[in-house]
């Protein structure tokens, strides 16, 4: 029995053994944290937010002051009379809470923009975790069939000793040979999706397309969900797209009470120096006139639409985040009920059968056809469990970014 349990761990290993490279091999921690820097996404959203924090310190600035310049007592006659000149400065000033409601607005504006941050961060995440993980599984799936030629060549030594002292015929040695190209065959396909998965992982990592990054395959492991719904909704409650649809919607509402107060007059007030009387100085005071109902109106009822509108949106959001963050949730518990049969069942009942199926064909007690079935179904299971693997850190990314992936 420990024999047994010895060569499953080998052929186990041969499943975690990373894919030969050149390179040493980027960890996920170093990868996520390579696109959090070089990420062409991430890279626009950060500059993005950058213009938001300037448009904010513009909306809350201010307008500039005008310089004037007037001449007054100017005739159509010629009649030689004197004129002034009058030189000024003059400031607009908005009603009392309009500039207010601007900053406000604008500072949302920033929020809005820093939530996006936050969720192309997220998106990217997870779009750099699922293209490491197919890497890691697409290694590990290449080095458990590059193992498992390895024993078909160790059965065509044993075939080729027993049609030599005529136990069996020649065709066992050949069905060994077009069992070695089937899989040579698989591991020409399963080293091309390797090399897809290294490209994609290339490119979101902000690399060239062109360089493919070896990973750790050890990474692809099982570590059970920990957390329970009701939990995950209460975090989910502060995802980025849901404080962005929230922030809007505060933005509208400051726009609708500035379309509010835009029926108030803004004022003006400048200060002249006359040409004539040298030591005096002249102040003039102006006001606006909103007579104009239709433009008052249509930018409350824009307003109002609008806020309304962002008010549907917002719900609509939330709901569709905690939509995703159930079907994810169970998505998790799917796939560990999965690994649950491999790791009870199906794992400690295939780690001997390998070796029992050489012996036994060695002894004439299986024929060859039988001892090709224990290997298709020993590789079957290997690559069903790293499947599941897979499957269940994909369905754990999900998870973290319900909702955010849009």
């Known amino acids: 029995m420990q024999k047994k349990i010895v060569l499953f761990l080998l052929f186990l290993g041969a499943f975690l053994r990373p894919l030969p490279a050149d390179e040493i091999p980027i960890s996920l921690e170093e990868a996520v944290s390579t696109a959090l820097w070089k990420n062409p996404e991430i890279i626009r959203a950060r500059l993005e937010l950058e213009a938001a924090r300037g448009r904010r310190l513009q909306l809350g600035a201010l307008s500039?002051?005008?310089?004037?310049f007037s001449r007054e007592g100017m005739s159509l006659r010629d009649d030689g009379g004197?004129?002034?000149?009058?030189?000024?400065?003059?400031?607009?000033?908005?009603?009392?809470?309009?500039?207010?409601?601007?900053?406000?607005?604008?500072?949302?504006?920033?929020?809005i923009f820093a939530a996006e941050l936050d969720r192309v961060i997220l998106s990217v995440t997870a779009e750099v975790k699922k293209a490491y993980f197919q890497t890691a599984y697409s290694?590990?799936?290449?080095?458990?069939?590059?193992?498992?030629?390895?024993?078909?060549k160790r059965y065509q030594d044993i075939a080729l000793l027993r049609t030599q002292s005529g136990q069996v015929s020649a065709l066992d040695v050949l069905k060994g040979r077009l069992e070695m190209v089937q899989l040579q065959g698989e591991i020409i396909e399963a080293r091309r999706r390797w090399r897809e998965s290294a490209l994609v992982l290339s490119l979101l990592i902000g690399g060239d397309g062109q360089r493919v990054p070896p990973v750790l395959p050890s990474e692809l492991?099982?570590?059970?969900?920990?957390?329970?719904?009701?939990?995950?909704?209460r975090e989910a409650a502060s995802r980025p797209s849901l404080r962005a649809a929230g922030a809007r919607l505060a933005q509208a509402e400051a726009g609708l009470r500035l379309a509010q107060k835009n029926a108030l007059p803004?004022?003006?007030?400048?200060?002249?120096?006359?040409?004539?009387?040298?030591?005096?100085?002249?102040?003039?005071?102006?006001?606006?006139?909103?007579?104009?109902?239709?433009?008052?109106k249509g930018e409350r009822q824009e307003a109002e639409a609008l806020s309304q509108a962002l008010a549907a949106a917002r719900e609509a959001r939330g709901k569709k985040v905690f939509s995703l963050?159930?079907?994810?949730?169970?998505?998790?518990?799917?796939?560990?009920?999965?690994?649950?049969?491999?790791?009870?069942?199906l794992l400690p009942e295939i780690d001997g059968i390998l070796e029992l199926g050489f012996s036994d064909y060695q002894y004439g007690k299986i024929d060859s056809l039988h001892l090709f079935d224990v290997l298709r179904m020993f590789k079957a299971t290997q690559l069903e469990y790293l499947a599941a693997l897979l499957d269940?850190?994909?369905?754990?990314?999900?998870?973290?970014?319900?909702?955010?992936?849009?």
């Open 64 to 68: 500039f002051p005008e310089l004037s």
């Open 221 to 233: 492991t099982f570590t059970a969900l920990g957390k329970d719904l009701s939990t995950l909704k």
């Open 139 to 152: 290694q590990r799936a290449i080095a458990g069939r590059e193992s498992i030629l390895e024993v078909l």
């Open 392 to 406: 269940h850190r994909v369905a754990l990314i999900d998870l973290e970014s319900a909702g955010e992936s849009e």
């Open 325 to 345: 963050l159930r079907s994810a949730y169970e998505s998790v518990k799917a796939t560990e009920e999965r690994l649950a049969l491999f790791e009870q069942s």
């Open 82 to 111: 004197e004129t002034e000149i009058n030189l000024g400065v003059e400031q607009s000033l908005e009603f009392p809470g309009k500039r207010s409601l601007r900053r406000e607005a604008a500072r949302l504006e920033e929020e």
């Open 266 to 296: 803004d004022f003006k007030v400048g200060l002249s120096y006359p040409s004539l009387r040298a030591s005096s100085w002249g102040f003039a005071v102006g006001l606006t006139l909103p007579l104009w109902r239709e433009k008052i």
